[in-house]
Every structure is written in structure tokens, then in C-alpha cells.
């Protein structure tokens, strides 16, 4: 059974700082994606990682790929308010079309 | 518009009512999934429909749930004799195979 845990589930910090979200499954898979959702709202991707050692980055947030390991990073430098919100990771059940969803991690980042 | 679209956005019902979710998805997509959001909670799987496949149903919680897609297109999701503890906000999200999903703005179901 893959299951997908993610931590921290809970993560206050400054503007400005930086810091890492995980995302840990279980068992083999060929896709993670991260998602975020703002308070209220719907789900929005953020990332698709598909194979090993896969990087991408948008703005102030990196994620990271590492099959290996089956771990996922979400990176946040110099954080900024705007990225407050819910981050979720998934991962993709091998020859299936269902995601295997992570808790969530709820940021908060304080002026 | 070109995104996922869900109706209605707030449902108000009465224990023990049936209620009716729609949810239109991104024209061309051939998977479509429907989820379960409860308060300050991460997603729970439903039931995802794939073109002509039969649905994974292995997520509904109670035969009360329900859930078809017509013409692989529009999908209902049905909730019969609704509990309290079916409040939650309901998301319908779909993807071109195995792709990303894209979600619709989801419904929010209140059962008094």
C-alpha cells in the first residue's frame, strides 16, 4: 500500500527565511506532483516531478526529485507573505490512475 | 471557460435529504476524479472515472455515495439520505491520462 506522509504538517516562520517541506511514500512510483491551496479555495498545481534527480523552480519555490531515496523536497528561499498557504504533495500509484495524497503542510509566513 | 467547473458552489441540506453534485470537466480530459475535503484536512480519493473504463469506486465511504459520468463528459456525484457527518467540501478534479489534475472550485455541502 503506498502511503505519502509529509512534514511538517504545521510550519510558521519569518519573511525572509528559508525552509524545506518533505514529502516521503512509500513505495515506487513514477510521478510526484506538489499542489498549494489558499484558505477557502481549490487546489492548484504547482509542480509535476517525473523522474529521478528532477528539479524544477518557479519564483521563490524549488522542488526536488529523488526516486532513490522516495523523498520529495518543496524549498522556500526568502520567504515572502504571499506564500502562505496549504502545500500538498502526491504521489501516483504505478499503473494507475489514482494520486496517493500527502496530509498537507500549513505555512504561515509573518511579516 | 476553459477550467473545471463545479455546481453548485454552497449546498445547504437537511439531514436525511439526497443531493446532487456536478462537476463539468476541462473538455478533452479523459479522467475524472471526485474528492473529499473536511475542514483544516488533506484530500480523500472518492472515485475516478477513465473514458469507457469502469469507475474506481474504492473510495466511496457508504453505498449511499454515488457517482456516474454521462457521455464521458459531465459527472454526478449523488449523496443519499445525507449525514452531518457528510459535510465537507467536494472536489472534482480531471486530467489528461496520467497527467496533472486540475481542480474545479469545489462544493461546499453543509448538512443540518
Known amino acids: 500500500e503506498l502511503k505519502v506522509e509529509q512534514n511538517p504538517l504545521f510550519l510558521s516562520m519569518q519573511e525572509g527565511k528559508n525552509y524545506t517541506i518533505y514529502c516521503n511514500y512509500s513505495t515506487t512510483s513514477d510521478r510526484l506532483y506538489w499542489y498549494r491551496q489558499d484558505p477557502g479555495k481549490s487546489l492548484e498545481s504547482l509542480f509535476v516531478?517525473?523522474?529521478n534527480g528532477a528539479v524544477k523552480q518557479e519564483g521563490r519555490l524549488m522542488a526536488s526529485l529523488d526516486t532513490k531515496a522516495r523523498l520529495s523536497t518543496l524549498h522556500i528561499t526568502a520567504a515572502v507573505h504571499d506564500l502562505s498557504a496549504t502545500y500538498f504533495c502526491a504521489v501516483r500509484m504505478d499503473s494507475n490512475y489514482q494520486l496517493i495524497w500527502g496530509a498537507g503542510t500549513k505555512l504561515i509566513i509573518k511579516p | 471557460g476553459a477550467g473545471v467547473s463545479q455546481s453548485p458552489s454552497n449546498k445547504v441540506t437537511e439531514k436525511g435529504k439526497d443531493v446532487e453534485l456536478r462537476c463539468d470537466p476541462i473538455?478533452?480530459?479523459?479522467?475524472l476524479y471526485w474528492y473529499r475535503q473536511s475542514l483544516g484536512q488533506g484530500l480523500e480519493f472518492l472515485i475516478y472515472f477513465q473514458g469507457n473504463s469502469a469507475p474506481d469506486k474504492s473510495g466511496l465511504p457508504s453505498d449511499r455515495f454515488s457517482a456516474e459520468r454521462t457521455g464521458g463528459s459531465v459527472s454526478t456525484l449523488t449523496i443519499q439520505r445525507t449525514q452531518q457527518e457528510d459535510s465537507a467540501v467536494y472536489l472534482c478534479?480531471?486530467?489528461?491520462?496520467?497527467?496533472?489534475?486540475?481542480f474545479g472550485p469545489g462544493t461546499r455541502l453543509t448538512v443540518l
Open positions: 516531478l517525473l523522474s
Open positions: 478534479a480531471s486530467s489528461v491520462s496520467y497527467n496533472e489534475q486540475f
Open positions: 473538455s478533452g480530459h479523459t479522467a
